[in-house]
């Protein structure tokens, strides 16, 4: 499975948009893009995942260039809750998931 | 989307004991799989299991050490051996959903402390 890159960290302010870019600059055609959060002490979340076309659900939406190199995950109206770490992860043929460092983000009030 | 459970939530053990890690489904899944996560760390497979067949161990995770059962469709168990404080970490069960989309969903963890 291809390799991704997300930054370590990010704040956004309660009531905006998070924009959380991921680079996967390798990922190959058959690849999906998926993304979990991990709230301080719990289980992965899945928020959501998408091959090549933008992706819209009740928690986000996912927007994938159009090379496929780079994906943006959107929570449009941030809350406190929203406050976790979010991994950014290329899944191929392989069933499990290979999770790298992820994001921070921290909403603030 | 399954709803998992996990028991024990959290333990202390003492070092060069073993604890078993229940993991229970209240669906019938095919895959189970079981990560670490070390403090301040990312998950980390540690190994797949499928009920009917032998664990799959992820590269530096072995069976003595992490011996895996899988008895049926929505239970499975993860002991760790011979624990040393090395073995510090959140252990998390997850079950791929049935429904074609391969979306995981992960157990609370539970939190193992060996002193």
């Known amino acids: 499975d291809a390799k991704t890159t997300q930054p370590p960290s990010m704040d956004c302010a309660e009531g905006r948009a998070a924009n959380l870019p991921c680079n996967h600059s390798?990922?190959?055609?058959?690849?999906?893009v998926y993304w979990y959060r991990q709230i301080h002490s719990q289980g992965p979340q899945y928020i959501i995942h998408g091959l090549k076309n933008n992706e819209t659900n009740e928690m986000a939406s996912l927007i994938i260039t159009e090379d496929r190199k780079s994906s943006t995950l959107i929570l449009p109206h941030a809350t406190l809750r929203d406050t976790a770490v979010y991994y950014c992860?290329?899944?191929?043929?392989?069933?499990?998931?290979?999770f790298g460092s992820g994001t921070q983000l921290t909403v603030l009030p | 989307s399954a709803v998992i459970s996990q028991k024990p939530s959290r333990d202390i053990c003492q070092r060069g004991t073993s604890l078993t890690i229940q993991c229970q489904v209240d669906s019938q899944v095919t895959m189970m799989f079981w990560y670490r996560q070390q403090p301040g760390q990312s998950l980390t497979l540690i190994a797949t299991a499928n009920q009917g067949s032998e664990a799959t161990y992820e590269s530096g995770f072995v069976i003595d050490k992490f011996p895996i059962s899988r008895p049926n469709l929505t239970f499975s168990t993860l002991t760790v051996s011979n624990m040393s404080p090395e073995d510090s970490s959140i252990y998390l069960c997850s079950v791929e959903d049935q429904d074609g989309t391969y979306e995981q969903y992960f157990g609370p963890g539970t939190r193992l402390t060996v002193t």
């Open positions: 992860i290329v899944r191929g043929s392989a069933r499990q998931l290979t």
């Open positions: 390798t990922i190959s055609g058959n690849e999906y």
